[in-house]
Structure formats: structure tokens, C-alpha cells
């Protein structure tokens, strides 16, 4: 039987490393990307029967990206992947127009049946469990640190040299906070924590 192709799309490294190793001996991994823009000049070139993407990502977040896959090769299958569990993300990714999805705390068969089920337009956009916003509470401190220097304008570079982090260090608490917030875009995360108090313009 034919194997299916796959694109993966997970900007931390340590994750895309860990379902690469999952997804190899089940399919053909075409490609790992690790930001929106990429992913989708990538399936525009690979024409992969199946994407799994990650819903926050630098560029273009998984969300927003959809839409553009769904141009880019219209016989691309999305399955998205995330470790939150808000119904709100399954709600958004199917209007998006994806295929299947699945919550990152889920079995690995659960994400190899869903990309079979959505290959084979079977795909279930099955609700996550929902869960209470925990709100800015739910923030590291080293998190609303970062937030409030995203609010005062600083580049993550330079949060990187305020705190004497590497930039990707930055980024990867900034992608999670939002992710915890249930926020997609900076501008949003900057609104929320000054709604919030978390941080003063």
C-alpha cells in the first residue's frame, strides 16, 4: 500500500523532533517546517497528502495558514495539533477549513488514525474538552516577564539581551504564553495584558 506523504509544520524543535520520530515509520515525511510562511511555500511545492500543523507559529500561525494550504494544493489534507485542550481552537481550526485534530497530550495512535481519517476524507473534527481560561494566572513568572517587555516594544532580540536569553528562549515562552492565553497574534497578547494589568503601555 502506498504510504502517505506528510508535511509537518511545529516551530520547537524538541516537539517536531519527537512526532517526526513517530510519524517516520508510519509515513513518508516530506519536510518539517518550522513557521507558517514556510508551510505554506512548502506544500505549495510538495503537494503532501497530509499536513499536521501546529497552531502557533512564528510568521503565520497554523490558523491563518489554513486557508492558504487549502489554495496553495486543494487536495492537501490539514490535521492540526496543539496542546490545548479549549473548544475554541477546535471550533476556529474547523471553520479555518482543517480536516482533523488532535490534542498534542493524546496517544500517538490518535494522531496516526487522524491522519489516515482525514487522507481518507473520514476526518472528525471532534470537540476538545473544554476547559476555564486560567487567565494571566496560568503565566510562569519568567512568561509575564517576557509580556511585559513585548509591551513596552522590545524586539525579541532584545529581551534576549535584557534578560541574557537566546532569542529562541524568547520566542518559546512568548509562543507558549500565548498559546496558554488562547491568543494567536502579538497584537492581541499586547491588548490582553494591558486589559489585564499584566503589563502598562
Known amino acids: 500500500m502506498k504510504r502517505l506523504r506528510v508535511l ?7 516537539v517536531a523532533e519527537g512526532l517526526q520520530s513517530l510519524l517516520e515509520p508510519e ?18 511545492a510538495l503537494k503532501p497528502d497530509v499536513a499536521v500543523v501546529d497552531i502557533t507559529m512564528p510568521r503565520l500561525n497554523g490558523l491563518e495558514a489554513i486557508p492558504l494550504l487549502k489554495r496553495a494544493s486543494p ?14 481552537y477546535a471550533r476556529r481550526a474547523r471553520e479555518a477549513g482543517a480536516d482533523g485534530f488532535v490534542l498534542k497530550s ?16 473520514q476526518g472528525e473534527m471532534k470537540p476538545a474538552p473544554v476547559r476555564p481560561n486560567a487567565g494571566d494566572a ?16 522590545l ?9 541574557g536569553l537566546s532569542v529562541r ?17 502579538s497584537a492581541e497578547l499586547i491588548r490582553y495584558a494591558i486589559e489585564r494589568g499584566i503589563a502598562k503601555p
Open 75 to 88: 487536495d492537501t489534507r490539514i490535521v492540526v495539533v496543539t496542546m490545548h485542550r479549549e473548544a475554541a
Open 138 to 153: 496560568a503565566l510562569t513568572p519568567r512568561q509575564q516577564e517576557i509580556v511585559q517587555l513585548v509591551v513596552k516594544g
Open 106 to 121: 493524546a496517544a500517538a495512535d490518535d494522531l496516526i488514525a487522524a491522519i489516515r481519517a482525514a487522507a481518507g476524507g
Open 27 to 44: 509515513f513518508d515525511l516530506v519536510g518539517i517546517v518550522e513557521d507558517g510562511r514556510r508551510l505554506v511555500e512548502e506544500t505549495a
Open 8 to 14: 509537518l509544520a511545529d516551530d520547537h524543535r524538541m
Open 155 to 163: 524586539t525579541a532580540k532584545e529581551i534576549a539581551s535584557v534578560l
Open 169 to 185: 528562549t524568547i520566542e518559546f515562552h512568548k509562543y507558549r504564553a500565548m498559546e496558554t492565553l488562547g491568543i494567536t497574534t
